[in-house]
């Protein structure tokens, strides 16, 4: 998919490691808090890294009311998964996982993008910043990345200048004392809930 500029990071992108990536909202936000110029440079070829096509929960990217023209160029399209179809699916799980994803969402709209990456026709990623959705993908086996992640696999597998670059605004990850675990690579307070055995590069990036 194109990204809307005449250019890319990268002259030679690698190939989507999975057919299908399911964004939640909130992950793009981190892309504005690198700055509006490095959110049109970079969104959809980070995400482009991960699936060759992009899914989120329409309604709630309705609302969003930053990087709007580069979030248009995405192409993102809705996941398309009803109230009714994840009802059926969490009906039918044991009861103690009922009660786990009960205690764990606030409300449908996670568990409907969790739903969708464990369901979908092949290969899923699911990128996000919502350490409850993170979670229930490492126990539900789903592929995930948070930005922090992302970023990391960007930097090394495609353009190893990103994160070294302040021309990009990454310098802001490397802040010491940050307050975002999932933007700030010194925060790891979070990283414990999809990365249980302490092996994710960006927690000791």
Partial sequence: ????????????????ATEVVIVDVCFLQ?????GKEPCALMMAEVISLHGSSYETDISEL???DYCE??????????????DEQVLL???????????????LFKDGADLKLLF??????????L??????????????????ACFKMAMLSFHR???????????????????????????????????HHCDQNGKCPARVF
Avoid at 73 to 80: A, K, L
Avoid at 89 to 103: A, G
Avoid at 127 to 144: M, Q, T, Y
Wanted: charged residues 25%.
């Fill in 127 to 144: 990128l996000s910043c919502d350490w409850r959705l993170l979670r229930a993908c490492e126990k539900h086996g789903v592929s995930h």
């Fill in 89 to 103: 699916w969490y009906s039918n799980l044991p009861t103690n996982q009922q009660q786990y994803l009960r205690k």
């Fill in 157 to 191: 597998d495609q353009c190893e200048s990103i994160l070294d670059n302040k021309e990009f605004g990454t310098d802001a990850m490397r802040v010491i004392g940050g307050k975002d675990p999932f933007f700030h690579f010194d925060n790891t307070r979070r990283c």
């Fill in 69 to 82: 023209e580069v979030i248009a160029e995405c192409d993102f399209v809705d996941h398309g998964i009803t």
């Fill in 116 to 125: 969708r990456a464990k369901h979908v026709s092949g290969k899923a990623m």
């Fill in 1 to 16: 998919m194109s990204n809307g500029n005449s250019y890319r990071l990268c002259s030679e992108p690698m190939p989507p």
């Fill in 30 to 34: 981190r892309f504005n808090m690198l």
């Fill in 62 to 64: 309705s609302v969003v």
